[in-house]
């Protein structure tokens, strides 16, 4: 389940054009060495889900866990065409769990059952560099609306495979990709995704900046006998004074099985439409999402994080067959206030008219979500995050989403720089 994205789209390619650039990436260049960087990401999480009316059913689970991610990105050599290599390592231990209590997807389990105390995974990438053109080939987090490698455990997943991405035209970017594996967040072997491993993953996408207030993105991918997917992505920011504005973020999903079906039979059309209000210290969402076809949205193959939808959020996805939903949000930035680094935020989900065979499928969700972030001082950057969600359904739709429950996560990061 994902955290809701805000125009992930729109603020890539802003960065990418907020300067026009006289000289292309490649010539700028200084080289190997100085370019290189080398990031440290610790992060410790603390999960439970506490189930409700799951007769016969786990009725708690609880895990902790600590671990590191290691990112070392090289410059590119100087020279019409430039060379470069990116390494990655991630390791996690497991704080506390067990047997009975296991399940929220942070660990793995050894041969009889109980989780894995440690778990670890590396991998290589080598990269090439022509003008604002760059090809790289191996191990690599992806951020694509149609495979999209996750991160809400302990580790991110890793894709495996060649990604091309161009910006020769200024506010253009262009991408495509093919992928031949994907590791999964709790087990490290490199196709290890959801039990079936992937076959291949064809993928493209190109992003437009119309406007500095305008931008959209149009994306498709091909899973070998899983599916096929569309995506578009249209963003709008109408700024009405030095502290106000009004956002408007539409993202749709065409998706259709193929081949063996490996993920099922998949027929579906999903799309939602979000509003935000921003004033000062104050931002107000109205989402509406709506799904139709023979089937909910399909992801997980292309990795789980691939749903950009508004309404995905921190347990369930409100993607059900014929769902509709709704959603109300607000979120506190406590800096206007003299507080920086403080962060509030709270959401209400409500989806009804799910096809479950049976009876009209009904879910909702509430969650709240506190982060500090330290600004100053030795441990500038560290960060506590405080989320929780509440989740109900019906009977009708609870054997087919699962029960109902409260979700706790507690959440401490600490980003490095090295080089």
């Known amino acids: 389940m994902r955290v809701m994205k805000w125009s992930m789209i729109a603020l890539a390619v ?16 200084k080289g190997f060495f100085e370019d290189q960087s080398l990031n440290v990401l610790t992060r410790m999480l603390y999960m439970n889900r506490d189930f409700k009316n799951n007769p016969g059913g786990q009725s708690y689970r609880e895990e902790t866990g600590l671990a590191a991610r290691a990112t070392y990105e090289s410059g590119f050599t100087q020279g019409t065409v430039g060379f470069g290599v990116d390494a990655l390592v991630n390791g996690m231990v497991k704080l506390d769990s067990g047997r009975g209590r296991t399940g929220n997807g942070m660990f793995g389990n050894d041969s009889d059952g109980r989780p894995e105390d440690t778990q670890s995974i590396g991998g290589g990438a080598v ?33 495996t495979g060649t990604m091309i991405t161009s910006k020769e035209i200024e506010g253009l970017e262009l991408s495509a990709g093919r992928f031949t594996a994907i590791s999964g967040q709790n087990h490290m072997g490199h196709d ?45 920011t109408l700024p009405i004074s030095e502290d106000q504005s009004l956002n408007f973020d539409f993202n749709g999903y065409d998706s259709k099985d193929q081949g063996q079906k490996l993920s099922g039979d998949v027929d579906n059309r999903i799309w939602s439409l979000a509003a ?91 969650d709240f979500e506190t982060k500090y972030v330290m600004q100053s001082g030795p441990a500038k950057d560290l960060s506590f995050r405080i989320r929780s969600a509440f989740y109900r359904t019906n009977s009708s739709y609870n054997a087919i989403n699962g029960a109902d429950n409260n979700d706790f996560r507690f959440i401490v990061e600490y980003p490095l720089s090295i080089l």
């Open 14 to 29: 802003s960065a990418s054009t907020s300067q026009f650039a006289m000289a292309s990436s490649q010539e700028e260049s």
């Open 127 to 159: 990269k090439f560099r022509v003008s604002d053109t760059v090809l790289k080939y191996g191990s690599q987090y992806v951020g694509s609306p149609v495979l999209a490698t996750d991160d809400s455990r302990l580790l991110p997943e890793i894709a």
């Open 192 to 236: 290890s995704i959801n039990g079936t491993g992937l076959k291949s993953a064809d993928i493209a996408g190109a992003t437009y900046q119309f406007t500095e207030n305008f931008v959209a993105g149009v994306a498709a991918s091909d899973i070998e006998d899983h599916y096929k997917k569309k995506y578009i992505n249209l963003n709008y």
């Open 276 to 366: 935000a209000y921003s004033i000062g210290a104050h931002k107000f969402t109205l989402a509406h999402q709506r799904s139709t076809g023979d089937t909910g949205y399909v992801y997980g193959a292309d990795g789980n994080g691939t749903i950009f939808l508004a309404n995905s959020v921190q347990y369930s996805d409100f993607n059900g067959t014929d769902e509709r939903s709704w959603q109300a949000r607000y979120d506190l930035n406590m800096k206007t206030y003299g507080v920086p680094g403080l962060s509030f935020m709270t959401r209400y989900i409500t989806g009804d008219n799910i096809e479950t065979g049976g009876e009209e499928g009904k879910e909702h969700e509430l």
